[in-house]
């Protein structure tokens, strides 16, 4: 069962034909789970690196910035560097709380769907 | 790293060799660690009886389990020795390291993990090759596999033997050797017999042993300035010799405007290559659906992330109670920070707390070097059977038992590489090692997964282009760069064949991994697949006819 890597054709369990996949690839709720995901993960994605960069590119070239003091030795780079942690955290939270809320239901329909196809 | 300390050597006599009553705790504390797993491993080995449980565990760990497995995956010799190391002398710029290796991990959430779990099956280039000609891109990704593997493992070896040479002092080559040569026979055997299940059982006990090991060693520095941050840094910023510059950016990074390149070079790689490292990937695949091994994610960034920010502590703890002399005097680019504060925060040299702290930490970093290296090695000789040996040399004519005494013998093999390198193994900083690990990754790996999975005409050559472009460029650079030759640290600190400016190969090989996987596919003349990547598209996101 090896031959073909992963198609559906190397599937034990009665595995779904390539026409019932492209049947559901232009459905509406296809189309629309694929919206959610995207719309969530790709302007997150461009947001964190940005975010991180602009934090890379500070402490190279803002260096009496970042060291200005605010608290004690506790200076900005050292705050703008656990904020990299904080946000971290919090996106992948967020992403957590959207993926069960507005993807699983969507993507565990379509799977029983294209499962019990034939 | 060519760190900015030359003042300590001929200051301090050499901190080594511990004494021998010493020595003797230490190899009990990881004989126990080493018995134990092995015992796991055989006990793994039995339920092992298919190719899934050999490369994917049988699928059957939990997210929690797997995000333990995931967490001692990573935080290797790298995050544990080279960030304490990087921190103690360098202050600020080392804590770069900590915080690209942990934000990295959103772009494996967001974008790569549950795609890939859903659509693969045992290997990297099983969702590279999903709707390309196999052949070509299978030997490609193999390929790539197995160079950013090799990276990887000599970071540890690199941090395997600076542990030796704190344990055992400096000049002692003919031990160094012996030790490495039991790592990498022990790390073999975890792998042959135990396979994926076994493996990932040994990184959760590591993991956890890790973690629990820098947590004591936290309480115990925060513990010694009454749990004030605060003046822990001014202490470090004071014994470091450069005042608050110690807890600013650019001490090392700041010097002119190359070594400020160097220094973003650096941030690109380590945030852009976490997802595009195989040993990483594979772990997806040893968890039942594309949910748990979004929750092993989360689960794995809330463990290194705790482990990171404490790394805060150990790295500047190890700069005010330890100091930049004491620890280049043992390991120039500062490996053994970490074991040498866990003595300091006990009582000091000659302490008997000192001494069960400094065995303890000491046999920790092996345990999580012995694991990590196991992690590497096998994802790299499963790849080897997998993609390069099933799929292109037998062409799929073969069975997959065949398959799994392929990947067992191509354990051996690197293996016996993974010592070879340990025993040459450089004085570089195992985290700037494990940096050109990410580069690699990040260029070769990374923009063929994200095309992949979201680029409906991506082709073959943009495929092939991609990963041998971004794994020529990466690798050429580092050859030509000051972490090979021209400088004190280098491989061959004697000879100067070096042109490239930067020690991190980042900013030009992963743009260049990225512009080449588009000018590969827009020049190629064949035909897109869009029929199977409208299956892929829709496994991805379903989970439907998923392994």
């Known amino acids: 069962m090896d031959s ?30 694929r919206r959610s995901y995207r719309n969530f993960t790709f302007p997150v994605t461009v947001a964190f690196i940005a975010w991180y960069l602009l934090y890379v590119v500070l402490s190279s070239y803002a260096d009496s910035f970042m060291g200005t003091k605010i608290v004690g030795n506790i200076n900005v780079a050292f705050v703008l560097g656990l904020a990299q942690f904080v946000t971290t955290f919090l996106i992948a939270w967020l992403y957590s709380r959207y993926a069960n809320a507005k993807l699983d239901p969507g ?8 499962e019990e196809a034939e | 790293m060519s760190a900015p300390l030359t003042t300590a050597q001929d200051t301090v006599p050499l901190a080594a060799a511990v004494a021998s009553e010493h020595r003797t705790l ?33 699928r059957s760990f939990t997210g929690f389990q797997n995000g333990l497995a995931i967490s001692g995956d990573y935080m290797s010799a790298a995050s544990f020795l080279g960030i304490a190391g990087a921190i103690a002398l360098v202050g600020y710029d080392g804590f770069l390291y900590s915080i690209g290796f942990l934000v990295a991990w959103l772009v494996a959430l967001l974008l790569v993990a549950e795609p890939l779990r859903n659509s693969g099956r045992f290997t990297m280039a099983d969702v590279l090759a999903f709707r390309l000609k196999q052949r070509p891109v299978r030997t490609a990704a193999g390929t790539s596999t197995i160079v950013v593997s090799i990276f990887y493992l000599l970071a540890q070896m690199v941090g395997a033997g600076a542990l030796v040479s704190l344990l055992l002092g400096v000049t002692g080559d ?62 470090a910023a004071e014994k470091s010799g450069q005042g608050s510059k110690f807890l600013e950016p650019g001490l090392k990074y700041g010097v002119d405007s190359t070594s400020k390149i160097n220094f973003i070079s650096l941030g690109l790689a380590l945030v852009l290559g976490t997802a595009g490292l195989p040993h990483i990937l594979v772990r997806f695949y040893t968890v039942p659906t594309a949910k ?44 053994t920070a970490a074991p040498q504060l866990a003595e300091a925060v006990g009582g000091g040299a000659g302490s008997t707390w000192g001494a069960i702290l400094l065995a303890v930490i000491s046999a920790v970093a092996f345990a999580t070097i012995l694991a990590v290296v196991a992690g590497l090695t096998l994802a790299s000789s499963a790849s080897f059977a997998h993609d390069l040996w099933a799929n292109v040399i037998r062409k799929g004519e073969t069975t997959e038992k065949n398959e799994v005494v392929v990947a067992k013998i191509a354990a051996v093999v690197i293996g016996a590489v993974a010592i070879v390198l340990g025993m040459y193994a450089t004085k570089l900083n195992a985290a700037a090692l494990v940096a050109l690990a990410f580069a690699v990754a990040a260029s070769a790996n990374l923009p063929t997964i994200l095309y992949s999975l979201y680029w409906k005409g991506f082709k073959t050559q943009g495929a092939t282009w991609s990963i041998y472009g971004g794994l020529i460029s990466a690798v050429v650079l580092v050859v030509f760069s000051p972490v090979v030759s021209g400088s004190p640290e280098a491989l061959f600190s004697g000879s100067d064949f070096h042109w490239f400016p930067l020690t991190n190969p980042g900013i030009v090989s992963i743009p260049l991994g990225f512009v080449l996987g588009w000018l590969g596919t827009v020049l190629s003349r064949e035909e897109a697949d869009i029929e199977k990547y409208k299956e892929l598209e829709v496994r991805a996101l379903t989970g439907a006819g998923a392994h």
């Open chain 2, 26 to 58: 230490i190899i009990s504390l990881f004989a126990v660690f080493v018995l134990a797993t092995l015992a796991i491993t055989v006990w793994a080995g039995r339920q092992t009886k298919d190719a899934t449980d050999f490369y994917a565990g049988g």
């Open chain 1, 4 to 33: 073909a890597p992963p198609s559906s054709t190397s599937s034990t369990s009665s595995p779904p034909t390539p026409a019932s996949y492209s049947e559901v690839e232009a459905s509406t709720e296809f189309g629309q789970l």
């Open chain 2, 292 to 335: 748990a091994a979004r929750k092993s994610v989360n689960w794995a960034i809330g463990i290194i992330g705790v482990f990171y920010l404490m790394t805060i502590a150990l790295g500047f703890g190890a700069a005010a109670l330890v100091g930049a002399a004491k620890i280049t005097a043992v390991d120039k680019s500062g490996n």
């Open chain 2, 174 to 235: 003919g031990p160094k050797r012996l030790i490495v040569a039991l790592v990498g026979i022990v790390m073999v055997l975890y792998v042959t017999i135990g396979g994926m299940k076994g493996t990932t059982w040994v990184q959760i006990i590591k993991a956890v042993l890790l973690i629990l090991g820098t947590l004591l060693i936290t309480i115990l520095v925060l513990n010694k300035f009454n749990w004030n941050v605060s003046s822990l840094l001014g202490a």
């Open chain 1, 107 to 114: 993507a565990a329909a379509l799977k029983s769907r294209l």
